[in-house]
């Protein structure tokens, strides 16, 4: 079985739309891979992304606040599929730098999880 059909939930196809994804996992992508910080915000469910030169004081600086929810079942906060849309227009990101970065990132999650039963990743 190969590594994509093992990560069958998680892979963006290029034709693939960008789902809602959990923020925390989201984050993490536009750090590592776009240099892009987050920090919280006073309501627990706006959360500010921000660029180089990561001070939103400064008038070259780049930053947006989006919205998260809570999704019944879901255990995080989850951001719509909009406001990623929104997050990569701001930052300049291409959809498709996007998704090289989110499947890059959700395929070293899966090489540090054993497979579950049937050989497939959750």
Request: proline share 7%; net charge positive.
């Amino acid at each position: 079985m190969n590594k994509k059909s093992k990560l069958a939930s998680k892979w963006l196809e290029p034709h693939d739309k960008i789902p809602e994804m959990d923020l925390g996992p989201l984050s993490q992508i536009l750090k590592d891979y776009f240099q892009i910080l987050s920090e919280s915000q006073p309501r627990p469910y706006k959360i500010r992304f921000i660029g180089s030169p990561y001070n939103a004081n400064v008038a070259d600086c780049r930053s947006l606040v989006v919205s998260a929810h809570h999704r019944a079942g879901s255990r995080g906060m989850q951001v719509a599929p909009i406001a990623v849309y929104h997050i990569l227009r701001k930052f300049e990101i291409a959809e498709n730098d996007f998704r090289n970065a989110y499947n890059t990132y959700f395929s070293r999650q899966a090489d540090d999880q054993p497979p579950r039963e049937g050989g497939y990743i959750n």
